[in-house]
């Protein structure tokens, strides 16, 4: 049976800011290349976003580079 490491806030903000990306899937920290499709990809989406955004005056949105915190429950 596989086991999962529960992550604290205080471990991942200690994770180095070593210019790679970083995730934590399923309780496993691995490090993953984005790639050019996946830039690609989110450069187009990012656009048509703002656009919209922007057309309908509904305030701001931000990519996930920003960085987000949810409520553990």
């Known amino acids: 049976m596989k086991t ?3 992550w604290t806030e205080k471990m991942i ?3 180095p800011k ?3 990306k970083h995730e934590l ?3 496993e920290f691995t ?3 984005a790639g050019f499709e996946h830039e690609y990809v989110g450069v ?3 656009a048509a976003l703002e656009n919209f ?3 309908k005056n509904l305030e701001q949105f931000f990519g996930s580079s ?3 915190w949810m409520k553990s429950v």
């Open 4 to 6: 999962t490491k529960t």
């Open 13 to 15: 903000m200690s994770i």
């Open 18 to 20: 070593d210019g790679h």
């Open 25 to 27: 899937i399923n309780g």
């Open 31 to 33: 490090m993953v290349p």
């Open 44 to 46: 187009k989406l990012i």
């Open 53 to 55: 955004v922007s057309r």
């Open 66 to 68: 920003m960085g987000y």
